[in-house]
């Protein structure tokens, strides 16, 4: 996994370079670029959405039967081969994609919404319960989030549940801190004074006016903390700390696959491939969100 991060991180930092904006003949930048981290991001994520999520309707997926010879290659028949129980590989990416997203999806707003909430509260009215949540993601970060996560599911076992909690507990002080400092910014602007002026109440202040005007960092956030949460699944999956056999995730399918991959490539090469586009797509993503939102 770590091989698989770095060239990740390769790939996006060589996609983000030819996104530099192009200029015409007379020195104006063009409004539209194939090559922005926008429009990359959206069209790498939009493509590994529709395999996941369209592919089911147009063809009959059933990822756990034995239906071909074991470790059949790619071809007309199994368009991504058979693994070495001789079940159709196609149908267990595309569940794999699918549960890796929703993973991904499920754990991010889990732990988006209660830290954004109390990055607001805390931002906003201070006071001790902002000091007391402060102390406590300083602690938390103090720690690393993989060791974490990795602790705690190791102690509870692997299940979506648990998945989940170790990831809002690693991700909720990220959240918090960022909105606890952005609403902090904005408490000081005029247009709050000016609402407080006018009776404004500050449940009104903070989600119409003070959220409205934070909610770039925060798209970006959410993007960009959508392909670390896939890759963090996709590693304990990869180590056996994820979702656990015969269920289909990209890491396990990682870790099963590099046994044969001499022999039978396929299983280890195309999971590599769909972790890769779907942690650049959201980083891609986030970054174009943050530069259109900025500009």
């Not at 790498?44 to 309707?57: G, H, V």
């Not at 990822?63 to 007309?76: H, K």
């Not at 368009?79 to 999806?105: K, P, Q």
């Not at 830290?115 to 103090?142: H, M, P």
């Amino acid at each position: 996994m770590k091989t698989l991060n770095h060239f990740t991180i390769f790939t996006r930092q060589w996609i983000v370079d030819l996104s530099i904006p192009r200029t015409n003949a007379g020195g104006k930048k063009r409004a539209f670029d194939l090559f922005s981290p926008l429009f990359l991001g959206v069209l790498l994520s939009s493509l590994c959405l529709i395999f996941a999520f369209a592919a089911p309707l147009f063809v009959d997926l059933n990822p756990n039967s034995i239906s071909g010879v074991r470790l059949s290659p790619p071809g007309s028949e199994y368009w991504f081969g058979t693994d070495a129980l001789g079940r159709d590989f196609f149908s267990r990416v595309v569940e794999a994609v699918r549960i890796s997203i929703w993973l991904s999806l499920l754990s991010t707003l889990a732990t988006a919404i209660p830290g954004i909430l109390a990055g607001l509260w805390s931002g906003y009215f201070q006071g001790w319960v902002d000091n007391l949540l402060s102390r406590l993601t300083e602690v938390v970060l103090a720690i690393p989030g993989l060791l974490i996560i990795i602790i705690f599911v190791a102690r509870f076992g692997p299940s979506i549940y648990t998945l989940i909690i170790s990831l809002m507990i690693t991700g909720f002080p990220t959240f918090f801190r960022i909105t606890r400092n952005e609403t902090l910014s904005m408490k000081q602007q005029q247009f709050v004074e000016a609402g407080r002026s006018i009776g404004l109440t500050d449940t009104r202040l903070i989600f119409r006016y003070i959220l409205a005007n934070i909610y770039p960092a925060l798209l970006t956030l959410l993007s960009i903390r959508m392909g670390n949460t896939l890759l963090i699944i996709s590693g304990l999956g990869f180590i056996g700390l994820g979702m656990q056999p015969p269920q289909a995730e990209l890491g396990a399918l990682l870790a099963s696959g590099r046994e044969y991959f001499y022999i039978a490539w396929w299983l280890y090469v195309i999971p590599s491939i769909f972790i890769v586009l779907l942690v650049l797509g959201f980083n891609l993503l986030g970054e174009g969100i943050q530069d259109h939102l900025r500009h």
